[in-house]
């Protein structure tokens, strides 16, 4: 879990849980001046914390404004589109927008996408962690090196993030994840819906969002 996250949701407990033990609010006035204290600086620490999570918000449209100015041409073409995810920024890029069929490389097509990202990420949200996550359709691998799609999608995700990388964004704030076809967009049953499915997420995590739980896919996306 976020550290700060936590420690928001902490205090936010404690100083409802002290009102309510108290009989009600109104009772803050009768407590003791050492307990108004500890209530009032309990209270400061989550309006601060409050305060850092709307600038973080401000900041995230900020960049999300960017991307869009960024990649306008992609996502007009449906290869790319963004998302918000649990406050965070998803950015998902089709398949073919950055391999061949079947392939983990890189195709040279996806390096001027990629450069814009990497440089929206390192020039704007350095000290964001970024998430990568790989996904495919159900279609079983029949000619290809690959024993699954798990292993196609967990490389697909790791070369982005090697990209990355290699772009500037810091290693300390990278992860990468292959999902394979069990986190789809949509129905396999139609060659869009696959389509749709075969994709890589490249997500920027927020540090302070209400939304963020233990145990959440950091991705958003069901």
């Known amino acids: 879990m976020n550290r700060r996250y936590y420690g928001f949701s902490v205090l936010v407990f404690l100083?409802?849980?002290?009102f309510f033990l108290s009989g009600c609010a109104v009772n803050f006035y009768k407590q003791s001046p050492r307990s108004k204290k500890?209530?009032?600086a309990l209270q400061t620490k989550v309006n601060e914390l409050e305060a850092l999570r709307r600038q973080e918000q401000d900041r995230f449209e900020e960049v999300k404004r960017?991307?869009?100015s960024?990649?306008?041409?992609?996502?007009?073409?449906d290869q790319v589109?963004?998302?918000?995810?649990e406050g965070g920024i998803a950015i998902v890029l089709s398949d073919n927008v950055l391999f061949d069929s079947g392939k983990a490389q890189l195709k040279e097509d996806a390096f001027p996408v990629l450069n814009k990202v990497a440089d929206i990420i390192t020039s704007k949200v350095?000290?964001?962690?970024?998430?990568?996550?790989?996904?495919?359709?159900?279609?079983?691998i029949t000619h290809s090196s690959w024993k699954s799609n798990w292993e196609l999608s967990t490389a697909r995700a790791t070369n982005v993030l090697h990209y990355l990388l290699e772009k500037g964004v810091l290693s300390e704030r990278l992860s990468a994840t292959g999902y394979g076809e069990n986190r789809p967009v949509a129905s396999n049953s139609t060659s869009a819906g696959r389509?749709?499915?075969?994709?890589?997420?490249?997500?920027?995590?927020?540090?302070?969002?209400?939304?963020?739980?233990?145990?959440?896919?950091f991705t958003g996306i069901k």
Not at 15 to 18: A, D, L, N, R
């Open 195 to 217: 389509a749709r499915n075969r994709r890589v997420e490249i997500v920027i995590l927020p540090e302070y969002s209400q939304e963020r739980s233990e145990g959440a896919d």
């Open 70 to 77: 960024k990649l306008r041409d992609q996502i007009s073409n």
């Open 81 to 85: 589109s963004l998302m918000d995810v």
């Open 66 to 68: 960017m991307l869009e």
């Open 126 to 140: 350095p000290d964001k962690n970024i998430g990568v996550a790989g996904h495919t359709d159900n279609v079983p």
């Open 15 to 18: 100083v409802v849980s002290t």
């Open 38 to 40: 500890k209530i009032e």
